[in-house]
């Protein structure tokens, strides 16, 4: 009965062992399909890229090319054409301003799609280069993500 019940223990030791380290052995795409199923607040990895976001205009930007604009638009015409050209120039180049201000403010972002355990898909935004790429398991709370 002591035998019986050793070789039992053994057999079960070696089961546990070998199932720990063919665990280890399994491919990523298998590893992450158990880290996904066990992880309710998991998602997929679909792609990360960079995107290019315009930034925000604003007085400075305005005031300049309305300036500018005026200036330029006071070289033209005599008269009451003078005043028109000026006026004119001032309001495109106050346009003109607040969109040069946009891109010279503007800034790259990363963008990583995640495809979440209900099939749906969310983006998230950082500055800097995250660490995960397409199909790891990413770790989502809230607006951020974590690498699993």
Known sequence: MKKLLLTGLLVLASAGSWAQTTNHALPDKAKAKIELATCSTCATVQSVKQEKRKGKGGILGIAGGAVVGGLLGNQIGKGNGNTVAT???????????????????????????????????????????PPWVAGNVVKVAGTTLTKQ
Do not use: H, I, P, Y
Request: charged share 25%.
């Open 87 to 129: 006026v004119g120039g001032a309001v495109a180049g106050g346009l003109a301003g607040n969109e040069v201000q946009k891109r010279v403010t503007s800034r790259k972002v990363w963008v990583t799609t995640v495809k979440m355990k209900d099939a749906s898909m969310r983006n998230f935004e950082q500055e800097a280069q």
